[in-house]
């Protein structure tokens, strides 16, 4: 079982920047993927990458990339999504998810966080 919970969403200005946190906590962290996947309102569910206890990050979308940062704690309890130059359909909730293997399926990770809202403005 692992519980994770998010935080760091908010509301920014477009061309900003803004860190989300997930800690997590359960058994044998260091054994799961743990990362980001975002709803847009509206819109259908967004893989934007996981990283690994031992290897890379891999999987961000042509709609991030290079924008967005996903780094893993040294402790295994902790991921961050580091999000700079912010435009306004990056609005949607983000949710931090832990599974066992890397997959871009959003439908393959089993722990979710419960959300937080990230609000892009003009």
């Known amino acids: 079982q692992v519980h994770l919970v998010e935080s760091g969403g908010g509301l920014v200005q477009a061309g900003g920047s803004l860190r989300l946190s997930c800690a997590a906590s359960g058994r044998a962290l260091n054994t799961y993927w743990l990362g980001w996947i975002r709803q847009p309102p509206g819109k259908e569910r967004e893989f934007l990458g996981v990283?690994?206890?031992?290897?890379?990050?891999?999987g961000y979308p042509d709609s991030v990339l290079g924008r967005f940062t996903i780094t893993r704690g040294k402790d295994t309890e902790t991921v961050y999504l580091q999000m700079n130059s912010l435009k306004p359909e990056d609005t949607a909730v983000y949710y931090c998810?832990?599974?066992?293997?890397?997959?871009?399926?959003?439908?393959?990770?089993?722990?979710w966080g419960q959300g937080t809202q990230v609000t892009v403005s003009s």
């Open positions: 998810v832990a599974g066992l293997m890397f997959t871009k399926t959003v439908d393959d990770y089993e722990f």
């Open positions: 990283q690994g206890w031992s290897g890379p990050g891999i």
